[in-house]
């Protein structure tokens, strides 16, 4: 039996925030390569993972990039509605990563830190979605193992 769109949108919206953490953690690792790109990537990553789980939700959600405000539509009940905290810094990379302006360049320490941030944020909507009846195998985990899906 095929499973319901939202669900492999779900696990499309994983994927992409699963690349962008491992984008951003590969960027960290070149010298060659701002942190700033890599604080961008990160807060991908974690938009990304939030949205996933809103869209498990069916919960409609503004295309924004400020992650507390995506969060707070999540169920209270819900992990990730309370953790990791401190989710506006990461939020500031969405643009500060991406345009000059008056605030100082990222460093290194920055993106070690929006990465582990990013890294929580993914692991913890993952296990909300599983604790909530996600299961990792459906929609694209499943095409990417190289399983054919059945309707």
Same mark, same amino acid.
């Given at each position: 039996? +095929?499973?319901?769109?939202?669900?492999?949108?779900?696990?499309?919206?994983?994927?992409?925030?699963?690349?962008?953490?491992?984008?951003?953690?590969? %960027? %960290?690792?070149?010298?060659?390569?701002?942190?700033?790109?890599?604080?961008?990537?990160?807060?991908?990553?974690?938009?990304?993972?939030?949205?996933?789980?809103?869209?498990?939700?069916?919960?409609?959600?503004?295309?924004?990039?400020?992650?507390?405000?995506?969060?707070?539509?999540?169920?209270?009940?819900?992990?990730?509605?309370?953790?990791?905290?401190?989710?506006?810094?990461? +939020?500031?990379?969405?643009?500060?990563?991406?345009?000059?302006?008056?605030?100082?360049?990222?460093?290194?320490?920055?993106?070690?830190?929006?990465?582990?941030?990013?890294?929580?944020?993914?692991?913890?909507? %993952?296990?909300?979605?599983?604790?909530?009846?996600?299961?990792?195998?459906?929609?694209? +985990?499943?095409?990417?193992?190289?399983?054919?899906?059945?309707?």
């Amino acid at each position: 039996m +095929s499973e319901p769109e939202h669900v492999r949108e779900t696990g499309r919206w994983l994927r992409f925030a699963h690349d962008d953490q491992r984008g951003a953690e590969a %960027l %960290l690792e070149r010298d060659d390569v701002p942190p700033r790109l890599a604080c961008f990537l990160a807060q991908q990553a974690a938009e990304k993972s939030i949205k996933a789980a809103l869209i498990f939700l069916q919960t409609e959600f503004p295309f924004r990039h400020d992650l507390d405000l995506l969060r707070d539509l999540l169920p209270d009940d819900w992990a990730l509605k309370e953790t990791p905290t401190g989710l506006g810094a990461l +939020s500031a990379w969405a643009a500060r990563g991406r345009y000059p302006g008056d605030l100082p360049e990222a460093t290194r320490e920055d993106a070690k830190a929006a990465i582990e941030k990013a890294r929580k944020v993914y692991e913890t909507a %993952l296990a909300d979605l599983e604790e909530h009846g996600y299961d990792q195998t459906d929609g694209e +985990s499943r095409a990417e193992a190289g399983e054919e899906e059945t309707s």
